[in-house]
């Protein structure tokens, strides 16, 4: 029998966020998903370098990629260093991959990775996201509803 996955993800070490994707996108659904990295990678992560600002995810030939996400090259490297924005394996299991191939053909959704961390386990994972993209005035519908929100805790916070 398997074991249930926790409600939330186990985040023990955040390494990189993306915080401008719940800005920038509805988001759906999210997944954990582990990554194939080389030594260097790995070292270079666990210094807190690192960075998903403009990366996505993709899905090809039956597996899925994170595409353009920054790791720097490993300062002790040598020769056996990486290169910083190689496509990057991500590892799901099967059923997964077929959801999200759904959701991106015929909903028109994105894969975004939300942040990269370190599990308990000391395992680098992505918090993959589907997410459709926001217009314009859903953006601005965003900004109105954080500056009330602050000026009501502002407001709560003044009358004790």
């Given amino acids: 029998m398997a074991r249930p996955k926790p409600a939330t993800f186990d985040k023990q070490k955040t390494v990189a966020e993306n915080r401008r994707a719940k800005f920038d996108y509805f988001i759906e659904e999210t997944f954990e998903a582990g990554i194939a990295l080389s030594g260097t990678e790995v070292k270079s992560l666990r210094g807190g370098e690192g960075s998903i600002a403009e990366s996505y995810a993709q899905v090809h030939d039956g597996q899925a990629w994170l595409i353009n996400a920054n790791v720097p090259e490993f300062s002790h490297g040598n020769r056996y260093n990486h290169e910083p924005k190689r496509p990057r394996k991500l590892l799901l299991h099967n059923r997964e991959i077929e959801k999200m191939i759904g959701a991106v053909e015929r909903k028109g959704m994105t894969l975004i990775p939300l942040s ?3 599990n308990s386990r000391g395992r680098a994972k992505v918090e993959l996201a589907l997410a459709k993209g926001k217009q314009v ?16 805790a502002r407001i709560m916070r003044d009358r004790g």
């Fill in 116 to 118: 990269v961390y370190f």
């Fill in 137 to 152: 005035h859903d953006k601005r519908q965003t900004v109105k509803d954080r500056d009330w929100k602050r000026d009501k």
